[in-house]
């Protein structure tokens, strides 16, 4: 007869995402960069697996706990300008885990924002959450105010609407419409589905319009509100509802 309390082997990267220590994208870097251990070696194969409670994990040198009643944690904090969105930085600058509230959970970043950026960004300790948040499949539109340089007409935005090309990849249709024009400055509201690495700036740099400023406001039905820059907040409950997709 089986044992029914043997537990099932789990791939280490979704280990790792359970004790809320990375996404499962990020672990995957993690085991990449050669800094997790599984009983003592160095893991090398992406897929592999451990079974919990027998097996033993450690990452950058730290053993990994799951916890079985792990309460899913999730914060708005809205990151300054000129800040990384890294737990920390080997030159010093200032990084996103310098605003993070007082808690005794491990908490990290949901996606990530441009150094120069601003605005919007969620913290959780649930890996699997922040899986499902970032991955383009799940459809969770990101806002954006954009200031570009030079005046934009709404037909140039047709490209952007239909789904820009960057770099020769065609990308998900965007969202996008002028608020208003001030000199010679151009103020754009922008919705995202993907948000690949500077996604922005490279599809309004393809219509001449150099992007100098991007405040994220709104993560699905998550808005900044009344959040100064540094400033952070504990999601409510209907909030943390209405994530949990």
């Known amino acids: 007869m089986q044992n029914s309390n043997v537990q099932e082997p789990i791939r280490i990267q979704k ?20 800094v997790v251990m599984l009983n003592g070696e160095i893991v090398k194969e992406m897929g592999q697996k451990m079974i919990i409670g027998k097996d033993h994990l450690s990452v950058e040198g730290r053993r990994v706990k799951i916890s079985q009643h792990k309460k899913t944690q999730v914060y708005a904090l809205y990151k300054p300008k000129n800040c990384i969105t890294t737990l920390n930085d080997p030159e010093g600058r200032t990084t996103i885990s310098d605003f993070f509230p007082q808690t005794s959970v491990r908490l990290f970043p949901i996606g990530r924002l441009d150094y120069d950026a601003e605005g919007l960004i969620l913290l959780t300790n649930d890996g699997d959450l922040a899986q499902q948040l970032m991955h383009p499949s799940h459809k969770v539109w990101k806002g954006y105010f954009v200031k570009v340089r030079g005046f934009v007409k709404n037909e140039t935005l047709a490209a952007l609407r239909r789904g820009p090309v960057i770099e020769k990849r065609k990308h998900q249709a965007v969202r996008v419409k002028i608020l208003h024009t001030v000199n010679d400055k151009t103020w754009l509201e922008i919705f995202l589905k993907e948000g690949t690495n500077r996604q922005i700036k490279k599809m309004l740099l393809s219509l001449g319009n150099p992007v100098q400023k991007i405040k994220r406001f709104q993560v699905g039905p998550i808005s900044l509100g009344d959040l100064q820059s540094g400033e952070c907040r504990a999601l409510a409950p209907e909030e943390l509802k209405q994530i949990m997709i």
């Open 15 to 34: 280990v790792i995402a359970q004790a809320g220590i990375a996404s499962r994208r990020a672990a995957e870097k993690l085991i990449l960069s050669g």
